[in-house]
């Protein structure tokens, strides 16, 4: 089993912006946080790249607590009563984190056959991956 704790703020994927001439590109924000999770991989994760097996991925996504609420809203989110129920949807973290995964832990997204994932608030926001091969 492979464990990351990536101390990086989720974003999601976006879609692709098109130029007139055709030209795709994706958010600065998107670009950003796919630049900073490669970053952070190449530097902390040493192991083999995993190829041409059947993995399971787990995610926890940490998001951050606005600062724009009462004390008592940011103690209930602080402490998981109140989860996070608005924009990004879970899916698109996934996708996010799969394309900053694969090429640099996994060959290929097509590998991952079982996922798991979950969004809470945290003050420290961050990202925790587990990923566990299955088999041949």
């Given amino acids: ?10 974003v999601a994927a976006s879609r692709p912006r ?3 001439t055709g030209h795709a590109y994706d958010t600065k924000k998107y670009s950003k946080f796919k630049r900073d999770v490669k970053y952070w991989l190449n530097f902390n994760y040493r192991e083999n790249l995993i190829e041409h097996k059947p993995i399971m991925i787990d995610y926890t996504f940490y998001r951050p607590i606005q600062s724009s609420i009462s004390k008592k ?6 402490n ?6 608005v924009k990004p949807d879970l899916d698109n973290y ?10 640099h832990v996994i060959g290929d997204d ?13 003050e420290e926001p961050h990202i925790e991956v587990e990923i566990t091969e299955l088999g041949d």
Avoid: W
């Fill in 80 to 85: 998981n009563v109140a989860l996070p129920i």
């Fill in 73 to 78: 809203e940011h103690d209930r989110r602080k």
């Fill in 1 to 10: 089993m492979i464990s990351l704790n990536i101390p990086i703020e989720p």
């Fill in 18 to 20: 098109v130029t007139r």
């Fill in 94 to 103: 996934i996708k996010a984190m799969q394309d900053c995964l694969t090429g």
């Fill in 110 to 122: 097509n590998m991952v056959v079982d996922i798991h994932a979950r969004k809470f608030y945290s």
